[in-house]
């Protein structure tokens, strides 16, 4: 059964940039046809699809955030990368992994999902 695991600073100050992991185990992010997602949920708002990698190393980024994100992967240590530079407190949320078939879904119910972590932005 395939797991994710997030990780990333806590906390980060506003004009930073913010790197956050998704390590994988339990499956390859290579194995086709799967898309590696970063979804981030604000305090008191819905999920935000943010972007993905797929199965090939392609990668997908919402139209509001293209300017400010990227994401990458490491085959060698089955790892996804987050990175968005820039932030404001607006980035205050718990940001997700996730592995999904589709692309921009955020239904919780479906695909396998990180537990998540929090990072706020604040000076």
């Known amino acids: 059964q395939v797991q994710l695991q997030e990780s990333g600073p806590g906390l980060i100050k506003p004009s930073q940039t913010l790197s956050l992991t998704c390590t994988v185990s339990g499956g390859s992010i290579t194995t086709n046809y799967y898309y590696w997602t970063w979804i981030r949920q604000p305090p008191g708002k819905g999920l935000e699809w943010m972007g993905a990698?797929?199965?090939?190393?392609?990668?997908f980024v919402s139209p509001s955030l293209k300017s400010r994100t990227s994401i990458s992967r490491d085959t060698s240590k089955n790892q996804i990368t987050l990175r968005l530079v820039g932030v404001t407190p607006e980035d205050t949320a718990v940001y997700y992994c996730a592995r999904h078939l589709r692309l921009q879904t955020t239904d919780r119910q479906s695909g396998s999902w990180g537990q998540g972590t929090q990072v706020t932005v604040s000076s």
């Open positions: 990698i797929d199965y090939n190393g392609s990668t």
